[in-house]
């Protein structure tokens, strides 16, 4: 069983900065596939949108349009924690930020094994 727990989320003007962290508990996750999702205000669970994923090793990255060349998916095994660095924020990333585990670096929500609580994140205009 695996358990992830994200924090760092916070309210912050548009155009700051802030980091997530998804640690990863109960099994390593050194050889999963992790992913970042977000659920806006307003937003059933099944609309989550995804955000960036990362393969185990990190040789493979993809980010939504969305926020390419904004945010940057990171992970470090030896700690079974990721990172999600977000910059030059906007309004329209408010929204609550989930972590997930499963065995494709994929686009596809249904496709990750293993999600944690969530953090929210407030970007004030």
């Known amino acids: 069983q695996v358990q992830l727990v994200e924090s760092g989320g916070e309210l912050v003007q548009a155009g700051g900065s802030l980091r997530l962290s998804c640690r990863c508990s109960?099994?390593?996750?050194?050889?999963?596939?992790m992913g970042w999702f977000r659920q806006a205000p307003g937003k059933d669970r099944e609309d989550r949108e995804f955000v960036a994923t990362i393969s185990w090793s990190g040789g493979r990255l993809d980010y939504a349009d969305s926020v390419k060349g904004r945010f940057t998916f990171s992970r470090d095994n030896g700690k079974n924690t990721a990172y999600l660095q977000m910059s030059s924020l906007k309004p329209e990333d408010t929204a609550v930020y989930y972590c997930a585990v499963g065995q494709f670096a994929v686009r596809y929500a249904p496709a990750y094994d293993y999600w944690g609580q969530g953090t929210q994140v407030t970007v004030s205009s």
């Open positions: 109960g099994r390593t996750c050194s050889n999963y596939a």
